[in-house]
C-alpha cells in the first residue's frame, strides 16, 4: 500500500474568485498556460507542459483545467504511481493570507467545499487537507473545525511562515493550534513563494528564488519558531508534517539544537531534540542518498510519503525504491504512519487499479 500526503490539486472551483487576486490560469502568448495571483505570475510549469508547448502541442486552457477538474485524471496517474491514496491540498500560491481577511475568510470556504465535493468521487482514494485563512485566525479555526467536522479534512494545509505578518508563534495563532489538538489532526506544512507579496516588485525573483530556496527556509522557520517561541510547550499534542523533505531542518538539526541553548530569549522548556516526536518528514527529496541519510537521521517512526505529486518539481518514480530498510520501517513510511497520523482505516482504503495488458 501507498498512502501520498503531498499531492496539489489546482480545481476550477477556487480559481478566479478576486478581480485582482485571482487566483488565474492564464494562455500566455507563447502558449503556455501560466498562474496568477494580483501582479505576480508563476513561471515555473512540469516538464511534460513545458515540452508539449516547445513542441506546439499545448493545451489550450479549457482543456487545461477540465483535465485537473476530473478525478479519473487523478485516479489514472495514482494507478499508474501505484498510490492507492492520495490527501489532496491547495497549490501554496494560492493560500492568500496577504489578502484583506473578507476575502480570504469566504475563499478558503469555497476550497473547502470544492476540494469535499472532489474527493467525493472516490472517497475510499482521495481526501484532503483543509484551507484555512491564518491571517483571520479566529475565522481560521472556525473554519479549520468546519472542514474537519462537516465535510472530513484530514488536518490543516499551512505555509511556513507569514500569514499576513504572522507567524507560527504568534499568540494570536493559539486559537488554531488548540482546535488542530482537539480534533487530534496533524497539519501538513508547505512553503510559499514570498514573492507574491511584494506588490509591485512581485515579479523581481525572476528565478524563482522564494520557491526553489525559499519554501524550505520557510518551512525550517516553522519548526525554529513552533519550538523557540514555546508553541509545542503551550501544545504538547499538536503534530506538525513538513514536506520536502523537512525543510532544511534534518541536515542542520545539530545547528539548530546547539544555537537553541545559546540564544538569549527563547521560550521552549526542554531540548530541541526532545520536540522531535511532534514533527513528521517526507521523503520528497530527489537524490537517493539524501533519503537515505534522511531516515537515518530521523527515523522511520516519524517519516511519511510525500511526492508531491502535480507539482511542477514532483518526483515521477517511487521515493522509496532502491532503500536500504526493514520492511517494517518500509510499510511504516508507506502507509502506516499516515494511516495512524490520520487516524485512516486501512481496511477502507481502496485498492489501485492494475493496468491492462495489451492485447
Same mark, same amino acid.
Given at each position: 500500500m501507498l498512502i501520498d500526503l503531498h499531492a496539489h490539486a489546482p480545481l476550477p472551483g477556487y480559481y478566479n474568485q478576486h478581480p485582482h487576486w485571482g487566483p488565474f490560469f492564464e494562455q500566455?502568448?507563447?502558449?503556455?498556460?501560466?498562474?496568477?495571483?494580483g501582479k505576480w505570475q508563476l513561471t515555473l510549469g512540469s516538464p511534460e507542459r513545458k515540452a508539449a508547448v516547445r513542441a506546439g502541442k499545448g493545451l489550450r486552457l479549457e482543456e487545461y483545467m477540465a483535465k485537473w477538474a476530473d478525478p479519473k485524471v487523478r485516479l489514472a496517474g495514482m494507478d499508474a504511481a501505484g498510490q492507492n491514496l492520495q490527501v489532496v491540498s491547495v #497549490?501554496?500560491?494560492c493560500y492568500m493570507y496577504w $489578502?484583506? *481577511? !473578507?476575502?480570504?475568510? #469566504?475563499?478558503?470556504?469555497?476550497?473547502?467545499? $470544492?476540494? *469535499? !465535493?472532489y474527493c467525493s468521487a472516490a472517497p475510499d482514494r482521495l481526501m484532503f487537507w483543509a484551507h484555512a485563512p491564518l491571517n483571520a485566525p479566529e475565522a481560521a479555526a472556525i473554519e479549520l473545525r468546519r472542514a474537519c467536522t462537516e465535510l472530513g479534512a484530514k488536518g490543516l494545509s499551512a505555509g511556513g511562515a507569514n500569514f499576513g505578518g504572522l507567524?507560527?508563534?504568534?499568540?494570536?495563532?493559539d486559537v488554531v493550534w488548540k482546535t488542530l489538538c482537539d480534533l487530534d489532526l496533524p497539519m501538513f506544512i508547505h512553503g510559499y513563494n514570498q514573492s507574491v507579496t511584494w506588490g509591485d516588485r512581485a515579479n523581481e525573483d525572476r528565478y524563482e528564488?522564494?520557491?526553489?530556496?525559499?519554501?524550505?527556509?520557510?518551512?525550517?522557520?516553522?519548526f525554529w519558531n513552533l519550538i523557540c517561541g514555546g508553541v509545542l510547550d503551550r501544545f504538547p499534542d499538536l503534530k506538525v508534517y513538513i514536506t520536502h523533505g523537512g525543510g532544511y531542518v534534518p541536515y542542520q538539526?545539530?545547528?539548530?539544537?546547539?544555537?537553541?541553548?545559546?540564544?538569549?530569549?527563547?521560550?521552549?522548556k526542554r531540548p530541541v531534540l526532545d520536540y522531535m516526536k511532534n514533527f513528521y518528514f517526507d521523503v520528497e527529496l530527489h537524490e537517493l542518498p539524501m533519503r537515505q541519510a534522511l531516515i537515518e537521521v530521523i527515523g522511520a517512526d516519524q517519516m511519511v510519503y510525500g511526492s508531491n505529486f502535480g507539482g511542477s518539481d514532483a518526483v515521477r518514480h517511487d521515493l522509496t525504491h532502491g532503500l536500504k530498510l526493514s520492511d517494517a520501517d518500509l510499510q511504516k513510511i508507506r502507509w502506516q504512519n499516515a494511516c495512524k497520523l490520520l487516524h485512516l482505516d486501512p481496511a477502507k482504503i481502496g485498492q489501485v487499479t492494475p493496468a491492462k495488458e495489451a492485447v
Amino acid at each position: 500500500m501507498l498512502i501520498d500526503l503531498h499531492a496539489h490539486a489546482p480545481l476550477p472551483g477556487y480559481y478566479n474568485q478576486h478581480p485582482h487576486w485571482g487566483p488565474f490560469f492564464e494562455q500566455c502568448d507563447d502558449g503556455d498556460i501560466r498562474l496568477r495571483v494580483g501582479k505576480w505570475q508563476l513561471t515555473l510549469g512540469s516538464p511534460e507542459r513545458k515540452a508539449a508547448v516547445r513542441a506546439g502541442k499545448g493545451l489550450r486552457l479549457e482543456e487545461y483545467m477540465a483535465k485537473w477538474a476530473d478525478p479519473k485524471v487523478r485516479l489514472a496517474g495514482m494507478d499508474a504511481a501505484g498510490q492507492n491514496l492520495q490527501v489532496v491540498s491547495v #497549490p501554496s500560491h494560492c493560500y492568500m493570507y496577504w $489578502t484583506e *481577511a !473578507e476575502y480570504a475568510v #469566504p475563499y478558503a470556504r469555497t476550497v473547502n467545499d $470544492t476540494f *469535499a !465535493e472532489y474527493c467525493s468521487a472516490a472517497p475510499d482514494r482521495l481526501m484532503f487537507w483543509a484551507h484555512a485563512p491564518l491571517n483571520a485566525p479566529e475565522a481560521a479555526a472556525i473554519e479549520l473545525r468546519r472542514a474537519c467536522t462537516e465535510l472530513g479534512a484530514k488536518g490543516l494545509s499551512a505555509g511556513g511562515a507569514n500569514f499576513g505578518g504572522l507567524e507560527f508563534d504568534s499568540p494570536e495563532l493559539d486559537v488554531v493550534w488548540k482546535t488542530l489538538c482537539d480534533l487530534d489532526l496533524p497539519m501538513f506544512i508547505h512553503g510559499y513563494n514570498q514573492s507574491v507579496t511584494w506588490g509591485d516588485r512581485a515579479n523581481e525573483d525572476r528565478y524563482e528564488t522564494t520557491a526553489i530556496v525559499g519554501m524550505q527556509y520557510d518551512e525550517t522557520r516553522c519548526f525554529w519558531n513552533l519550538i523557540c517561541g514555546g508553541v509545542l510547550d503551550r501544545f504538547p499534542d499538536l503534530k506538525v508534517y513538513i514536506t520536502h523533505g523537512g525543510g532544511y531542518v534534518p541536515y542542520q538539526l545539530g545547528r539548530l539544537a546547539q544555537t537553541n541553548k545559546n540564544l538569549d530569549v527563547v521560550h521552549n522548556k526542554r531540548p530541541v531534540l526532545d520536540y522531535m516526536k511532534n514533527f513528521y518528514f517526507d521523503v520528497e527529496l530527489h537524490e537517493l542518498p539524501m533519503r537515505q541519510a534522511l531516515i537515518e537521521v530521523i527515523g522511520a517512526d516519524q517519516m511519511v510519503y510525500g511526492s508531491n505529486f502535480g507539482g511542477s518539481d514532483a518526483v515521477r518514480h517511487d521515493l522509496t525504491h532502491g532503500l536500504k530498510l526493514s520492511d517494517a520501517d518500509l510499510q511504516k513510511i508507506r502507509w502506516q504512519n499516515a494511516c495512524k497520523l490520520l487516524h485512516l482505516d486501512p481496511a477502507k482504503i481502496g485498492q489501485v487499479t492494475p493496468a491492462k495488458e495489451a492485447v
